[in-house]
């Protein structure tokens, strides 16, 4: 399963430096915007119920000395209406009759009021109203009231509600800046980071041009250095790199010209001997049956191998104009089936050769007839030699492009070669060294193919080998790759 690629604007390095940039001042903002409006919030809140429980104290102090215990109603009663705010006395299961409402007061303020000896705050939420309460236990000082003296819990309890309204008001405004100030440190990140990307980026665009133009070839192609950072040490490197690259590839391409030119010049220097040595086997050829038969022997040989070296250097030549780019195409308006015709006749290849063709006539295109020959000569002689019949020639054709398959019945091509089956001198067994073929005519067919625009490939069938030539029905002249 192929993995889904990264949507275009995520997967430039640009993009991904500003995310991460914004997401780093967000996480920032937000953290800086949080511990302000924490400690914000506890000084607004503190600034409430500090004075709310020390008012609650100072007014429970000053009214105890007024005080019989146990108190009864009345007295609750006289202490609530002398606190300020909403308040209320509870003394076991009285409580004063005005104002708060002892139903309203949580359990657990309560129970920390009533067991503990210090005054106790709890805040909460009602009906949407914050609330602050306030509870605290009326102390009495032991008998004498000496100082040391023990304190002890009257069972009187005193709760004040005071409202929270203005100051979360105050504290939702402040919230409110805090997360505004974060966003408009947003667009201040993302400038921020394009700027910085930008001067990063910089140079890593000028880099990968210059890559892509060494990639095309242009060798002599460098960067200027600017400063000592890493990036600087980077265009170094490649500047480096580059040069070292120029000078291998010039070494390499002029070794290259010189093997081709050796090969060029030693191939065309031994066309005239040849020539000659094809004269006299010819001689040799007509004369055999009156030598002696050792000498007939030898001079069959000599004729033999005399030919073979003779398409060797034909081969030598062919590819050396490849090499140098000089094979031209000498296009005609050609019926492909009269053509593979002529070239099988010519090398007298027919049905009893094991030949099986089916060449639908009035398929014509644009080839070179003698390339075209060249290539049928090597697909299927390669086919006679190295296969068994019956070797089928099949000849298709579409609006665009004309096909011709060669099968044969042999033994195939091995999976190892397959791969190589049109390098240079490539043969599918070792022990056909001393074969007649020169292991260049595949490589010479395809040349020729892609000449005309078009390819060759080569496939096992499992009960032989396969080779499909594809041209296009009107070919262009093309240079020699």
Sequence with gaps: MRRPRLRPWLSGLRPRLVLSFAAMTLVGAAAAAGASYVTARTTILQGVQDPAMVQLRDQVTAYLPQMTLPPDQRQLDNLADNLKGTTVAIYQGLHSRSGLDPAQLPADLRREVADGGTIQFERVLRDGTPLLLVGMPVLQRGEGGATGAAIGHTGVEVYAMVSLTAQQAAIDQLAARAWQTAALALPIAVALALLAARQVLRP???????????????????????????????????????????????????????????????SHELRTPLAAMNAVTDVLDEDAEQLPADTAVAARLVSAETRRLTRLVQDLVEISRFDAGRAELRLEEWDIAQGVTDSLAARGWSGDDGIVADLPAG?????????????????VGNALRHGEPPVEVRLTADATTVTLTVTDHGPGIPAAVLPHVFDRFTKADSARARSEGSGLGLSIARENARLHGGDLEAADTGSGARFTLRLPRRAQATEAR
Excluded: W, Y
């Design 204 to 266: 890593v665009r000028a880099l990968n041009t210059a890559a892509r133009k060494l990639g095309h070839g242009q060798l002599d192609v460098r960067l200027p250095a600017k400063g000592s950072d890493e990036l600087a040490q980077l265009v170094t490197t490649f500047n480096s790199t580059a040069a070292e690259l120029e000078r291998t590839v010039g070494t390499l391409r002029e070794m290259e010209a010189d093997a081709r030119r050796f090969v060029a010049d030693v």
């Design 363 to 379: 398929v014509v295109a644009t080839v070179d007839p003698r390339r075209l020959d060249i290539v049928v000569a090597n697909l």
